[in-house]
Nanobody
Framework: QVRVVESGGGLVQAGGSLRLSCAAP????????????MGWFRQAPGKGREFVAI???????RYPGSVKDRFTISRDNTKNMVYLQMNNVQPEDTGTYYC?????????????????WGQGTEVTVSS
């Protein structure tokens, strides 16, 4: 199965910004990219995979309270790309960030509902 490819991670100081990118296949789990629910998750060392943002095919977005008003997910259906703009990053945002497509193409934010995981991109925020 073709997987997504994340990029854009790196080392950033607290209060700074970073933009992550995700290149996705044209078709996943029976849906074209433009009709797929896409998500960003992160995993800190020793912790489970945590929901960060999702975006529906119509552009509707959802975030947990920990990143709301700081992170913005967006998509470009002409390029099969998903982006995560991270502003005012904090040390607790450190982790490996993963892009993924919803298996069920619904509003669930559970990691188990997603697939086609990439290798992730590392984000380190220094204080």
């Amino acid at each position: 199965q073709v997987r997504v490819v994340e990029s854009g991670g790196g080392l950033v100081q607290a209060g700074g910004s970073l933009r992550l990118s995700c290149a996705a296949p044209g078709r996943m789990f029976g849906h074209t990219f433009s009709n797929s629910v896409m998500g960003w998750f992160r995993q800190a060392p020793g912790k489970g995979r945590e929901f960060v943002a999702i975006i529906g095919w119509e552009g509707h977005t959802r975030y947990p309270g920990s990143v709301k008003d700081r992170f913005t997910i967006s998509r470009d259906n002409t390029k099969n790309m998903v982006y995560l703009q991270m502003n005012n990053v904090q040390p607790e945002d450190t982790g490996t960030y993963y892009c993924s497509a919803s298996r069920i193409n619904g509003p669930s934010v559970r990691a188990e509902a997603f697939g086609s995981w990439g290798q992730g991109t590392e984000v380190t925020v220094s204080s």
